[in-house]
């Protein structure tokens, strides 16, 4: 009998400007939270409970769907050595695996280089956004930036290829005459054939795609119906990127974070939908992951840059539940004012790596980190 299990897929989500762990899953039973958090808590009435202790926030309700069928794993705790409170720098480090230096290599171009080292597939790795993430950088890998799937490339509505060369010719002698066409052809020598190769095919997974499940129309929810469009046309893509910003919440962060995070849910949830409908849902992992926590008291409108975050991995192989310690919030447990990490990113990310993609570890993030077991039987490694 022909195995139709397809190669195992990494789905990232950035959730941009520090999600505040504290109003995401919320420790509604223990009094310090309610006393530090005196303008921004999420009331006890409104938790959707987890446990005794510990609920999501009240728009996280397909997160909650999914934890109930045992498809949600939340890593409570996750952080490094010696926390960085600049959204640059700790997002670089979490970009690169490199907490005591500035890498100059990203884990996930890596990886892709890992799956593709001869570059064969120009699509083994898409961004889905502006610019290029720092995870994805790799000098020598190709990959894909795509902001509307149905638009990408250089000059998309020209058909005849003659002419889009001719256009691409006339664009280098505007920005800076013989020597700028130079530059621009010698640039567009292999990385502008895999990005023009690459386009040209991303813009038929539109075409390909039939789904019941109506996304809604905001960045995160489109971002993700193109992740499942690429997914479902089966182009060879391994790791899909996307992000969702505004999570930088100094001030009205209650109506901010709900609005948020009912924007993530939504897109998670009509995501998974569309998995389980096209049988997918056992090829696919999801890690969910912010550069860093917020401060355990609030400013009285907001919260600050602080450590202790969360993260999510959701999948059909996922093994359900909640890893790492959820940190105290006792004053003297505290890292001056934040909460403690207690499990190195680094962690998750072999556990993906090893029991998820079947990719050695350790090259990749830099060193052996204990592994949570994330995963049963779905995962391609242990």
Request: net charge negative; glycine share 14%; charged share 25%.
């Amino acid at each position: 009998m022909v195995s139709t299990k397809r190669d195992p897929s990494l789905v990232v989500i950035q959730l941009s400007g520090g999600n505040d762990t504290l109003n995401t899953i919320v420790p509604y039973s223990d009094g310090e939270y309610h006393d530090y958090r005196k303008a921004v808590k999420i009331e006890t009435d409104e938790v959707i409970p987890i446990d005794q202790r510990l609920g999501f926030n009240p728009n996280l309700r397909s997160f909650k769907r999914l934890w109930d069928a045992g498809k949600l794993a939340i890593i409570a705790g996750i952080g490094y050595p010696e926390p960085n409170r600049s959204h640059f720098r700790s997002m670089d480090i979490w970009h690169t695996a490199e907490p005591t230096k500035v890498g100059d290599e990203g884990w996930l171009g890596r990886v892709i280089h890992e799956i593709d080292p001869e570059h064969e597939n120009v699509l083994t790795g898409v961004n889905f956004g502006r610019g290029l993430p720092r995870a994805l950088g790799k000098r020598g890998v190709p990959v894909a930036s795509v902001g509307n799937l149905e638009t990408y490339g250089l000059y998309p509505d020209m058909t005849d290829e003659s002419l889009r060369k001719y256009a691409l010719d006339a664009f280098a002698k505007m920005y800076g005459g013989e020597q700028g066409k130079d530059a621009v052809m010698d640039f567009l020598g292999q990385t502008g054939n895999d990005a023009l190769r690459g386009a040209d095919i991303l813009r038929t997974a539109p075409g390909k795609y039939s789904s019941g499940v109506e996304y809604a129309g905001d960045a995160m929810a489109q971002s993700l119906k193109s992740v499942a469009q690429v997914m479902f046309a089966d182009l060879g893509t391994r790791v899909f990127y996307a992000q969702h910003g505004g999570f930088d919440t100094h001030a009205g962060e209650l109506i901010t974070h709900a609005k948020l995070w009912n924007e993530v849910d939504g897109a998670v949830g009509d995501f998974w939908d569309d998995l389980v409908a096209h049988d997918r849902e056992d090829d696919s992992a999801i890690l969910i992951f912010t550069e860093f926590g917020r401060r355990i008291k609030d400013n009285g409108s907001g919260t600050d840059h602080g450590s202790g975050g969360v993260a999510f991995v959701i999948g059909g192989g996922v093994k359900g539940g909640l890893y790492g310690e959820y940190p105290s919030l006792k004053e003297e447990d505290q890292l001056e004012g934040d909460l403690q990490y207690n499990n190195d990113f680094r962690g998750t990310y072999s556990a993906l790596l090893e029991q998820w993609m079947g990719i050695e570890a350790a090259p990749i993030v830099n060193g052996q980190f204990e592994q949570f077991g994330l995963f049963g039987n779905g995962g391609n490694g242990k």
